[in-house]
C-alpha cells in the first residue's frame, strides 16, 4: 500500500507518524513534508497550493490514497481532482471545504440548519461595515471571510480596534480573503475543539482538546497557529461533549441534505458558553496542534480508519482511544507570529526523546545538505508527552523541551495549567 500525506507541518508529521503504525505498513509519502517526516517517509518536494502538481506526481507515482493535511489545497478543489483521476482521498471536495474557506457560507448554513453560533453579518463595504460597527459596538469579532493563514481573525474590546481590523480586510492585506467580512458577536467562555472523522454519513468523534492561541503565557500577546494544546480537557462534561457531537451530527445531516459529499475530518472549534456550546467556526481538517495529541492516542489503525472514510464505509469503523493524557508544548522561532530567522541549528531532540512517553513532532524543521537538521518556519516543533494523568504528561513535556536548543527558541510555560 501506498499513502501520500501532503502537508508539511506538525499535524501531518503526526499523521505520517500514526500511518506508519498501521498494520498495512503502508509505503509513505509526504509532499513536501518536513525534517521529522523525512524519517518516516519519502519527502516530496512540491508547491502543494497548486493542485496540478499533486496530480501529475500521483499520476507518475500511483498511490491507494491521498491525505490532504492543510485547507489550501481542499479550498482549491484537490479533492475534485483526485475524484476525476479514480484516487480515493481523505478530505472534502471543494464544495466541503468551503465550510473552512468562506466563514460567510459556514454562517449561513448554521443559520439554516439552527446550529448554536454567534450571530454574524457579512460586508463587502467598509461603509456599511462600519456603520454597523458603530451601532453594534464592542467586543465583537472581526473576520476576513476567507483563507487568510491564520491571520484573519481580530477579537476587538474597542471599537477603534475592529474598524482597524475591517479596513485592513478592506485595504486588501489579506487579498482576495478579506473582500468580505463578517462580523460577529463575541461569545465568552473557554475554546475547546472537537474533530471527527466522517464520511459524510457516519461521524466518529475524536477526542476533545483545548488549543492555546496566543503567543505568551497567560493568554497574552498576539494570536498564533497555536501554541501548544492537552487531551482530556477536564472542563467539557459528559453534557457539553454530547452536545458538541450532536452539533457535529448535525453538520452533516445538513451536509448531506445540501448535496455537500464530505469526506475527511470535521473540526469544530467551539466554546462553551454558559448557554452550552456555540461553534465558533468550522475547519475541512485536522487541525494544528490538535492533532498532535489526539493521533497518538488512537489505538484503532488509521490506514483503516482514512480508507473507510474515503471508500464511503466508515460504519464498519469502531474507534478504540488509549485513556492516557497527551500535552503537546510548540517551540517556535524567536519573534513568531511576526518576522523571525531561520536556518538556525537545532539540537537536544534525541536526548529529548529519550523522557518516558515523549514524541518530538517536526513543524518547520529541514535538514542541509550537510545533514543538520535546522529551523525553517514559525513553528518548530510540538514536543507532545504521553502520559497516564494531564499532570505527569506535562511534568514530561516540559523535562523533554529543557532538552532541546536554538537559537532565541520561545514557547509557553502553561500549556494545559489551566486544566490542573
Ligand atoms: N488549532 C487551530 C487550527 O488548526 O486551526
Redesign the pocket.
Known amino acids: 500500500m501506498r499513502i501520500l500525506v501532503v502537508g508539511g507541518g506538525g499535524?501531518e508529521h503526526a499523521i505520517v507518524s500514526a500511518l506508519s503504525r498501521s498494520a498495512h505498513k503502508p509505503d509513505l509519502y509526504c509532499m513536501p513534508g518536513n525534517g521529522g517526516t523525512a524519517m518516516l517517509a519519502v519527502n516530496v518536494p512540491a508547491e502543494i497550493d497548486d493542485p496540478a502538481t499533486i496530480i501529475t506526481w500521483v499520476e507518475n507515482n500511483p498511490v491507494d490514497l491521498v491525505v490532504v493535511g492543510p485547507e489550501g489545497p481542499l479550498v482549491t478543489g484537490l479533492a475534485n481532482m483526485l475524484a476525476v483521476a479514480g484516487v480515493p482521498c481523505f478530505g472534502p471536495k471543494a464544495a466541503g471545504a468551503e465550510f473552512e474557506g468562506s466563514k460567510l457560507f459556514a454562517k449561513q448554513f448554521m443559520e439554516r440548519h439552527g446550529i448554536p453560533t454567534a450571530k454574524a453579518e457579512g460586508f463587502d463595504s467598509k461603509d456599511e461595515a462600519f456603520a454597523y460597527l458603530e451601532e453594534h459596538g464592542a467586543p465583537v469579532v472581526v473576520k476576513a471571510d476567507g483563507l487568510a493563514a491564520?491571520k484573519g481573525v481580530t477579537v476587538a474590546f474597542e471599537l477603534s480596534d475592529a474598524k482597524l481590523a475591517a479596513e485592513i480586510c478592506f485595504n486588501g492585506d489579506f487579498g482576495e480573503a478579506g473582500e468580505v467580512v463578517v462580523i460577529e458577536d463575541y461569545l465568552e467562555g473557554p475554546e475547546c475543539?472537537l474533530l471527527a472523522f466522517t464520511d459524510g454519513e457516519t461521524v466518529l468523534p475524536m477526542l476533545p482538546a483545548q488549543?492555546h492561541?496566543r503567543a505568551l503565557d497567560g493568554d497574552a500577546g498576539p494570536n498564533t497557529?497555536?501554541m501548544g494544546?492537552y487531551t482530556p480537557v477536564p472542563s467539557v462534561s459528559s453534557e457539553a461533549l454530547a452536545e458538541m457531537t450532536a452539533i457535529l451530527e448535525r453538520t452533516v445531516a445538513g451536509m448531506r441534505e445540501e448535496g455537500i459529499d464530505y469526506r475527511g475530518v470535521l473540526?469544530g472549534?467551539f466554546v462553551l458558553t454558559a448557554e452550552g456550546p456555540k461553534v465558533l467556526e468550522y475547519?475541512a481538517?485536522?487541525?494544528?496542534?490538535?492533532t498532535q495529541v489526539v493521533l497518538p492516542l488512537l489505538k484503532t489503525d488509521l490506514v483503516d480508519v482514512m480508507m473507510a472514510t474515503a471508500e464511503k464505509r466508515l460504519s464498519e469503523i469502531t474507534l478504540e482511544w488509549s485513556d492516557d493524557a497527551a500535552v503537546s508544548v510548540v517551540l517556535a522561532s524567536g519573534g513568531y507570529p511576526a518576522d523571525y530567522e531561520t536556518d538556525l541549528p537545532i539540537t537536544g531532540i534525541e536526548a529529548a526523546e529519550q523522557v518516558e512517553g515523549v514524541t518530538v513532532f517536526h513543524a518547520g524543521t529541514t535538514i542541509q545538505e550537510s545533514g543538520t537538521l535546522v529551523t525553517s518556519g514559525g513553528r518548530v516543533l510540538n514536543v507532545t508527552a504521553v502520559a497516564p494523568t494531564l499532570a505527569e504528561a506535562r511534568t514530561r513535556a516540559y523535562e523533554a523541551v529543557e532538552r532541546i536548543d536554538f537559537l532565541a527558541m520561545q514557547y509557553r510555560t502553561d500549556i494545559g495549567l489551566k486544566a490542573l
Do not use: A, I, M, Q
Not at 481538517?285 to 490538535?290: M, N
Open positions: 499535524r491564520g475543539s488549543d492561541k497557529g497555536g494544546v473540526y472549534g475547519n481538517r485536522f487541525g494544528d496542534p490538535e
